[in-house]
Protein backbone atom coordinates (compact mmCIF):
# COMPACT_ATOMS: atom_id res chain seq x y z
CA UNK A 1 0.00 0.00 0.00
CA UNK A 2 1.40 3.50 -0.58
CA UNK A 3 1.96 6.13 2.00
CA UNK A 4 -1.68 7.77 2.66
CA UNK A 5 -1.78 11.42 2.14
CA UNK A 6 -2.36 14.01 4.73
CA UNK A 7 -6.05 13.92 3.71
CA UNK A 8 -6.17 10.31 4.26
CA UNK A 9 -4.77 10.37 7.42
CA UNK A 10 -7.02 13.61 9.08
CA UNK A 11 -10.09 11.52 7.18
CA UNK A 12 -9.73 8.29 9.20
CA UNK A 13 -8.66 10.21 12.81
CA UNK A 14 -11.66 11.86 12.46
CA UNK A 15 -13.93 8.58 11.95
CA UNK A 16 -12.33 7.31 14.30
CA UNK A 17 -13.22 10.18 16.70
CA UNK A 18 -16.95 10.48 15.24
CA UNK A 19 -17.53 6.71 15.77
CA UNK A 20 -16.10 6.55 19.20
CA UNK A 21 -16.50 9.92 20.54
CA UNK A 22 -13.15 10.24 21.73
CA UNK A 23 -9.82 10.08 19.90
CA UNK A 24 -6.33 8.62 22.48
CA UNK A 25 -3.55 7.19 20.77
CA UNK A 26 -4.34 3.49 22.91
CA UNK A 27 -7.75 3.95 20.13
CA UNK A 28 -5.41 4.88 17.41
CA UNK A 29 -3.10 2.12 17.69
CA UNK A 30 -6.00 -0.23 18.25
CA UNK A 31 -7.64 0.67 14.83
CA UNK A 32 -4.14 1.11 13.32
CA UNK A 33 -4.26 -2.67 13.75
CA UNK A 34 -6.05 -3.85 11.08
CA UNK A 35 -3.75 -3.93 7.75
CA UNK A 36 -6.68 -2.24 5.73
CA UNK A 37 -6.69 0.51 8.17
CA UNK A 38 -5.11 3.81 6.42
CA UNK A 39 -2.66 3.86 9.60
CA UNK A 40 -1.71 0.91 9.42
CA UNK A 41 1.37 1.40 7.39
CA UNK A 42 2.50 4.55 10.05
CA UNK A 43 3.50 2.00 12.91
CA UNK A 44 5.92 -0.53 13.06
CA UNK A 45 4.58 -3.75 13.65
CA UNK A 46 7.41 -5.67 14.49
CA UNK A 47 7.82 -5.66 18.17
CA UNK A 48 11.55 -5.80 18.34
CA UNK A 49 12.21 -2.97 16.14
CA UNK A 50 9.03 -0.94 17.71
CA UNK A 51 10.76 -1.55 21.18
CA UNK A 52 14.02 0.06 20.66
CA UNK A 53 12.24 2.76 18.43
CA UNK A 54 10.05 3.11 21.89
CA UNK A 55 13.16 3.55 24.01
CA UNK A 56 14.66 5.95 21.60
CA UNK A 57 11.46 7.97 22.26
CA UNK A 58 11.54 7.55 25.89
CA UNK A 59 15.48 8.58 25.69
CA UNK A 60 14.01 11.63 23.55
CA UNK A 61 11.53 12.35 26.00
CA UNK A 62 14.35 12.45 28.73
CA UNK A 63 16.55 14.30 27.16
CA UNK A 64 14.51 17.51 26.39
CA UNK A 65 12.92 17.46 29.99
CA UNK A 66 16.53 17.92 30.82
CA UNK A 67 16.74 22.06 31.92
CA UNK A 68 19.47 24.25 32.39
CA UNK A 69 18.47 27.48 34.41
CA UNK A 70 20.71 30.24 33.83
CA UNK A 71 20.40 33.74 36.39
CA UNK A 72 21.53 36.91 35.91
CA UNK A 73 20.94 40.37 37.47
CA UNK A 74 18.34 41.08 34.87
CA UNK A 75 16.52 38.08 33.63
CA UNK A 76 16.53 34.22 33.92
CA UNK A 77 16.87 31.96 30.59
CA UNK A 78 16.42 28.56 30.73
CA UNK A 79 17.22 25.63 27.87
CA UNK A 80 17.15 22.17 27.36
CA UNK A 81 21.16 20.95 28.23
CA UNK A 82 22.42 18.40 25.74
CA UNK A 83 25.92 18.24 27.34
CA UNK A 84 24.82 16.60 30.52
CA UNK A 85 25.73 19.42 32.44
Given at each position: ?????????????????T?????????????A?????V????????????????R??????????????????????????????
Amino acid sequence: MNKPSRKEIDAEINRIYTEYGALTPNLVVEVAKNPKSVLHHLFEWDNAKAGESFRVAQARAIITSVKVNIITETRKISAVSYDGA
